[in-house]
């Protein structure tokens, strides 16, 4: 279980869909899609700083007021609005639970779509190497066994701890999910997918919802 804090109303705009196509966010942020299996996938991570009505997301630069947070926020890593086009923004969970993060037609993904994207990638002890995007440009070396042969194009986002740090850019990516697990009776922590630099495997763990995590958004059924 990951706690982390390193101990570890316009309507959006949607293109050509399937592979190679794209789909616009609220405001106006392209990104590539891809077809794994049964699902429609972005293929980048997101960065949205307003949520599918037109609301602005707060976002919260602060080490002590993010750890303090019990609203919906976002951020960049380090606060550097530069990572914004490689990697996207780290949101917490209670943006997510908005069920307003994603462009109209498109939800952040449960537990279950997650398991159907590993599954349909071979099973969570290889999927991983087929979601990241390959080379060192982006992950630190090794980057083991990383092929993209979804065309997923995973980037190590890292990110932002319970406490407000910063961590693992380049390192890990970590993607929330929708889906509530309990741990040791904890009825807080929330579902989470994760990819290391040096493995292939798709990891599944839970923690908190005061983390800041990349978001990848599926397509409604």
């Not at 705009?13 to 609220?26: A, L």
């Not at 060192?136 to 194009?153: H, I």
């Not at 910063?166 to 997918?193: A, C, H, P, Q």
Request: proline share 4%.
């Amino acid at each position: 279980m990951l706690i982390l804090s390193v101990f570890v109303g316009c309507k959006s705009g949607q293109e050509k869909e399937g592979s190679g196509g794209r789909i616009s966010d609220v405001e106006g942020n392209s990104y590539m899609t891809v077809q794994i299996g049964d699902q429609l996938w972005m293929a980048e991570n997101l960065k949205t700083n307003t949520f599918s009505d037109g609301t602005p997301i707060q976002k919260v630069e602060e080490y002590e007021e993010w750890a303090n947070l019990t609203l919906p926020a976002y951020c960049w890593y380090n606060n550097d609005s530069l990572t914004s086009d490689d990697f996207g923004a780290l949101y917490n969970c209670y943006a997510i639970e908005t069920e307003k993060l994603c462009p109209e037609g498109w939800h952040v993904p449960s537990d279950e779509d997650w398991i159907k994207l590993e599954t349909a990638l071979g099973g969570a002890g290889s999927a991983g190497g087929a979601m990241k995007e390959p080379g060192t440009a982006y992950w630190k070396t090794p980057n083991t066994q990383a092929s993209n042969e979804s065309g997923f194009t995973a980037r190590p986002g890292g990110y932002r701890s319970y406490n407000g740090t910063f961590n693992l850019m380049r390192i890990d990516g970590f993607w929330w999910s929708t889906s509530e697990k309990s741990w040791y009776g904890s009825s807080n922590t929330v579902i989470y997918r994760n990819l290391k630099y040096d493995g292939q495997d798709l990891f599944r763990d839970v923690a908190v919802r005061a983390n800041g995590f990349s978001v990848r958004c599926v397509k409604n059924p």
